[in-house]
């Protein structure tokens, strides 16, 4: 190797060492006037000052970098440098991508062209453009679906009730807990003639965006069958609505939803089920199961659906719930289950604060740093 080829290795050498240490003055003063950056960069010119801002923009964006050159070929003017460089990018946006706070490293393999003892060109590799890119779709995947998540929590709230129900005699506590990635949970309530109240919990299968439409579609034709039809029977009610869903809905979706009528002149509750958890009724220091056949909406057409008709009594709670609740896990991946559910509201069911209760029951098994698997929506009607 000729003695002008050790220059020009040791030339790109202190240009690498130069840019790892953020030094701009001697990247600069290593490079020719005239020097042409290969590389595609968005919104970059290929010359020296473009690059510079290149430079200048990686130390902004990342802390702790360090740059290892394995192996340096030179041939002619050019110079080949197969080099490794690392670093955490915790301080700002690089390539059009945001910090994710973790640590990187890219193999990098340059080529640089040295004319008059200058950096005149540079050629780089295709591993660290392929490695900018896919974390750029991984940015804007994680955007998009945070974006999705954002618009899905904006319909589902909008689409729950803003007030409860005041019913003298009766108490009423809904308690609705959604978790980071959105269900389809909802519940709502049905002022209707004679002072019957509607009383409405439910489910759409899916997450996000698809699952909050749908369940805000629900809410509405439940709304609207209730209040169009003069009849008192939440029967009719499901199905009628099961009819216009089954027509509306993605073939893959459906929903379940208990839905119940209350008198409370006659202290009746009526009641039908399409395919959600069964609520549970505490009286007499025990709890029963709320039972009616029916399928879940939008799941077949021509359904019809059980009635069931009972009395509550004086300090009698039924409790309408999700599957959230049932159906959260402890690390050791043991479900919280129907039989833990119907055994504590046994216990405490006559308490005001049955809810809270629960909730506390929940986090005790979950443990410490659970992530909530999916929304929780408790419904607690009581007879006082």
Not at 26 to 53: I, Q, T
Not at 158 to 179: C, F, H, K, M, N
Not at 315 to 340: I, T
Request: charged share 30%; glycine share 10%; hydrophobic share 35%.
């Amino acid at each position: 190797m000729s003695e002008a080829q050790q220059r020009n290795k040791v030339l790109v050498r202190r240009f690498l060492e130069a840019q790892a240490k953020g030094d701009l003055d001697a990247v600069k003063e290593m490079m020719s006037p005239h020097f042409v950056d290969h590389n595609l960069r968005p919104d970059k010119k290929p010359d020296r000052e473009g690059y510079l801002r290149v430079v200048a923009e990686e130390q902004d964006a990342f802390s702790d970098i360090r740059y290892i050159i394995e192996d340096q070929i030179a041939e002619g003017d050019k110079v080949m440098t197969r080099w490794t460089g690392s670093g955490v990018h915790d301080r700002g946006h690089y390539q059009g991508c945001a910090p994710t706070g973790r640590w990187s490293a890219d193999k990098i393999i340059d080529v640089h062209r040295i004319e008059g003892g200058k950096i005149a060109e540079e050629w780089k590799g295709a591993s660290t453009i392929a490695a900018l890119q896919e974390e750029r779709l991984v940015q804007v995947e994680r955007e998009r679906v945070e974006q999705e998540m954002r618009v899905a929590r904006s319909i589902q709230q909008a689409s729950l009730p803003e007030g409860v129900p005041t019913l003298e005699g009766w108490q009423i506590r809904p308690y609705y807990q959604p978790a980071r990635e959105v269900g389809g949970d909802f519940y709502d309530f049905h002022l209707l003639p004679e002072g019957r109240l509607g009383l409405v919990v439910g489910d759409a299968t899916g997450k996000g965006v698809p699952a909050a439409l749908v369940m805000s579609t629900t809410l509405g034709m439940l709304q609207l069958a209730a209040q169009g039809s003069d009849s008192s029977s939440p029967g009719e009610v499901l199905s009628r609505v099961n009819e216009t869903l089954f027509a509306r809905i993605p073939q893959n979706m459906f929903v379940t939803c208990f839905y119940a009528i209350l008198d409370p002149k006659s202290v009746r509750l009526r009641y039908a089920n399409a395919g959600h958890d069964l609520p549970y009724l505490h009286r007499n220091g025990g709890a029963e199961e709320l039972r009616a056949r029916g399928m879940p909406l939008g799941l077949m057409p021509a359904m019809n659906y059980e009635e069931k008709e009972m009395v509550l009594d004086a300090g009698d709670s039924a409790l309408f719930y999700s599957d959230g609740l049932v159906e959260a896990h402890d690390p050791e991946g043991k479900m919280f289950g129907f039989a833990r559910l119907r055994e504590l509201i046994g216990e405490h069911g006559e308490e005001s604060s049955l809810e809270n209760l629960l909730l506390e029951e929940l986090y005790s098994f979950v443990g410490e740093g659970w992530e909530q698997e999916d929304d929780i929506t408790l419904l607690t009607l009581r007879r006082s």
